[in-house]
């Protein structure tokens, strides 16, 4: 289990350190689904380092085919997150959506309703970090065209 949680910590820093482009990705394509799964791990610490891997390859604008490919089982796993008892996993969450509703809000759309209301309940989360976190989201919704529409049911909130 130490050798899994060293191997994502490594591969974050590479990642990290490489400033991936959208040319790099496909190297990686190999990796990407036991990333994917890997998100699914009991052990919080893997779990985040995990998604803090899958962050560099959001923040590309083209993503990898194995990517594309992945796309829903990785949405649909970061969703499942959303709930996370580690506070490290929930903020990486919110970091990985307001990177997605930056680069791919349509994909978003079907859940926008849901993630406003997280990211209304994580903007008053007792962890700074989370909150701050969650706020860069209602930055980043402001800025996209035709996304604020979908802010007005919940401004009573």
């Not at 890997?38 to 893997?46: G, P, Q, S, V």
């Not at 923040?59 to 990898?64: D, R």
């Not at 959303?82 to 079907?110: G, H, M, Y």
Request: glycine content about 2%; hydrophobic content about 45%; overall charge negative.
């Amino acid at each position: 289990m130490m050798f899994a949680q060293g191997a994502f910590k490594t591969l974050d820093k590479i990642l990290e350190d490489m400033e991936l482009e959208s040319s790099q990705t496909q190297n990686f394509d190999e990796v990407i689904p036991v990333l994917i799964n890997a998100m699914r791990d009991a052990k919080a610490t893997i779990r985040a380092h995990t998604l803090s891997c899958l962050l560099h390859f959001v923040s590309i604008q083209k993503f990898s085919p194995m990517f594309e490919q992945q796309f829903s089982n990785f949405l649909a796993n970061t969703l499942g997150l959303a709930s996370d008892t580690d506070t490290k996993v929930r903020k990486l969450v919110c970091q990985i959506l307001t990177r997605l509703l930056d680069s791919r809000p349509n994909e978003l759309l079907p859940y926008i309703n849901d993630l406003i209301n997280y990211m209304l309940q994580s903007t008053q989360d007792s962890d700074r970090d989370i909150a701050l976190e969650a706020c860069e989201f209602w930055i980043t919704i402001a800025e996209v065209p035709d996304m604020t529409e979908h802010l007005a049911p919940h401004l009573p909130k």
